[in-house]
């Protein structure tokens, strides 16, 4: 096998060694780290949230409206437990709400891996105050059997 | 350029719940989604939630991946989308002071995504073939990279001088005969047979 190999010399093929060990030198540790320990999700057995809506990225026209617009809102859609998450910030904190409506627990988690939980009313509504500290997730679990987590929030 | 069947492994392996197998797929995927999103031109925060945002689809997407083995144009494509998401949306949030920078058209960007997808594989296939060598093997290699003569490399290692040559020789022929390796350099030479 080695005989058609040949063809790369012992420069091209060192110096092909090098160029590889380097990329993987020129990545940060923690941005490696970071990767592998998103398998830990593997094992939370939620629907992962799609974002559906988000203010930011709204075209100009819808933008220019009689009310005033929050923030920054986001919807997320789970579409196998046909749930919705609304969520915006308000005065500094995060007001959300499960359509359809209904009660349960919600948990915030940030990167470094903090947790934050609240209530979510009987008629869907949670409370997050202060603002939780971006990036962060939201995981919900609901008395009626929903389970959904959303990707990293960055507001 | 051909599949190793390496990747094929590691995404049956994570399949099943192997945390070493996932960490392998990120080591060799990693300095992709990097890259690519430094030619995005994003800075570090949006990179990292590129990358979680990726991650985690992979993570949710392991199970039904069609092709294991096409793992690495999966996570270039899920990164080259998630990069044009957040680029538009710091484009929108930062117009009033600036004009993008970014202006790939879509050629491009599928061309620069296509030859980081590459780049990431013959460095992950190197790395892997270089890491199966002997310490002694690695050491040789690495000193003679750094252009340090045989002099010095046996003075470092406490190695005779005249056992130096045929073993780096060795330490070459074992690199080429990975089969990962081999295939790859076969690829590149574009000539199957060739004696």
Redesign the interface.
Known sequence: ????????S?EV?????????E??D???HD??E???A??A???IDSE?AELAF?S??QDHQDLIRSEPAPLRALTFTAPRAAVTIEIEVVDGALLGQLVPEQAGEIHIVT?TGHDTSAVIDEVGYFLISPMPVA?FRIHCQTASGVNMST??I?L | MPVDPRVIVLVIR?RE?D?DA??EL??RY??MI?SIGRRYRMD??D???V???V???L??S?ADLHDPGAVGSWLATTTKHECF?TV??RR??DSMEQTLDFDMTADEQATMVEQELE?AE???I??AA?AKLPPTCQRI?LL??EGISYEEIGARLDLPIGSLGPKRGRC??K???D?A??AL??A??G?PG??
Do not use: H, Y
Not at chain 1, 13 to 21: K, T
């Open positions: 096998m080695s005989d058609m190999s040949e063809n790369w012992e093929l060192l110096a092909q060694i090098a160029e590889a060990l990329a993987a020129a990545i940060p941005f490696v970071a990767g592998k998103t398998f999700w593997r094992t992962l988000d930011d990225l990167r990036p990707n990293w960055t | 994570a719940g945390q996932w960490d990120i080591e990693a300095p990097w570090r925060p990179i990292d939630d990358a979680q945002t991650w985690l689809r993570v949710e392991l998401r538009k949306a929108r949030q780049t013959r460095n992950a190197l790395r270089f290699l003679r990279i070459l022929a690199l080429r005969d089969p390796l081999n350099i076969l590149e030479i000539a060739n004696e």
